[in-house]
């Protein structure tokens, strides 16, 4: 299955790297978060240098769908309930401000940029959607309540923010990877006295970005408690109607929509790897009660990382790392995620002071309560006693027969059926024999 994207672009192929070289930052990952960051550190003077484990943007970037806003799900009101008024605010300012420099960098390329307000909706809760309308402004942004709810969708209120947009992620970042310095096919296996190891070379560097979608480093950071994978389908179709603004339904597997084009792109899901769900069957029978004159084009499968407290991680890999940064965690909302997080690195090795980098510090206390929830998940997966194992940390592994994968439960890495890593955290193939 692949991504719309994916069908219409030409990538540059950048060379594999063959030999030990060094750097001042080196950056480990070439999706969007990758790239963004050595894009910035570039424009701040950094030489850098990009290692990507396949091709650029060919991970998780191309199955986004590509929606730029600062509206990540019916989220503000609980920011001022959990953390305050000004950390909200901070979340919602640091995510404006990469929109808007995302926005910016995107004018330039032809990537098929345009500024589409995005909406909130909710079937049932309109008193929940209102609540939130009402916390956004109290925080300076003008969102609106609505019950106008494209599609012939029945909902009971949204959230509207203005001025939010979308793009082509594949066409926008291969632009904007072509004057970097870029390896790809280059997985990092190990990680040692800030020295990158791949099978053929090293990269030797002052400070180093973890921007490989999960953290692959377990013993500091512990990411791998404090993160879940889940996984989204969606399909393109055709002749169907356009949409001015994208959509996504506040429910914990709701759909979402956005226009491509001639094409309108509908999705769902939120599933662990590993768990079979019925994600098209869904679709289809949404198109036909909803567009039942629609096309199917193409449909594609992509995963995201969650944080337990839905507030990225960005900033040091741990306190003991001080040279070493991570981004991740970006809760399905990896464009402007992605352009904060260039930002926020960017200051701290270039030595600038980023007032928004305490409301994603990685080492901030996390509650216990989901902290135990995702052990116990994970402890199920080690203690399942099957055939084969993960790579990572060893929990049982799950056919995708859909897909053709073996996919981890706990973790969320997955293999392809002659046990290559396609995403990790695993780094180690699979040894089926």
């Not at 073996?406 to 780094?427: K, M, N, Y």
């Amino acid at each position: 299955m692949r991504s719309i994207w994916t069908t219409e672009t030409e990538a540059k192929v950048f060379p594999k790297l063959m030999n030990s070289i060094s750097t001042d930052t080196l950056v480990i990952g070439g999706g969007m978060a990758g790239i963004l960051c050595a894009h910035e550190l570039r424009a701040a003077g950094v030489d850098c240098v990009v290692l990507e484990a396949d091709r650029v943007g060919l991970g998780i970037t191309s199955g986004t769908t590509a929606v730029i806003s600062a509206q990540h799900s019916v989220l503000y009101s609980d920011l001022i309930r959990r953390y305050g008024r000004e950390t909200a605010r901070g979340y919602l300012e640091a995510n404006l401000r990469a929109v808007k420099r995302l926005s910016e960098a995107a004018w330039g390329i032809d990537c098929d940029f345009e500024m589409r307000p995005s909406m909130m909706y909710a079937r049932i809760d309109a008193d929940k959607m209102s609540r939130e309308a009402e916390a956004v402004r109290s925080l300076g942004f003008d969102a609106r309540f609505t019950d106008e709810i494209p599609l012939g969708i029945k909902a009971a209120g949204a959230v509207v923010f203005p001025d939010m947009a979308q793009f082509h992620p594949l066409k926008f970042l291969r632009a904007v990877a072509e004057k970097l310095t870029v390896y790809e096919r280059s997985p990092v296996l190990k990680l040692k006295d800030m020295t990158a190891y791949t099978e053929s070379g090293s990269v030797r560097a002052k400070n180093i970005v973890v921007a490989s979608h999960f953290p692959f480093m377990d013993r500091r950071g512990l990411y791998f408690m404090k993160m879940r994978q889940k996984r989204e389908s969606v399909m393109a179709v055709e002749n169907a109607p356009g949409l001015d603004v994208t959509m996504v339904e506040d429910a914990e597997k709701g759909f979402f929509f956005r226009s491509y084009k001639n094409f309108l792109l509908v999705g769902c899901g939120n599933h662990d790897p590993g768990h079979d769900e019925e994600d098209f069957a869904r679709i289809r029978l949404f198109l036909k009660e909803h567009i039942p004159g629609a096309r199917e084009v193409c449909r594609w499968v992509n995963q995201d990382c969650f944080t337990l407290d839905e507030v990225p991680y960005i900033g040091r890999y741990s306190p003991a790392t001080p040279h070493l940064y991570v981004a991740t965690g970006f809760n399905a909302w990896g464009m402007s995620s992605s352009m904060l997080s260039a930002g926020i690195i960017t200051d701290f090795i270039t030595g600038h002071e980023n007032k928004f980098a305490p409301i994603f510090d990685p080492a901030r206390p996390m509650e216990l309560k989901p902290l135990m929830d995702n052990s116990v998940h994970s402890a199920a997966g080690l203690l399942t006693p099957t055939l084969p194992r993960c790579t990572h940390l060893g929990c049982a592994l799950k056919h995708n027969s859909t897909e053709h994968t073996w996919d981890c439960p706990c973790h969320g890495s997955r293999f392809a059926e002659d046990g290559t890593v396609i995403t990790g955290p695993a780094v180690k193939p699979l040894k089926l024999k």
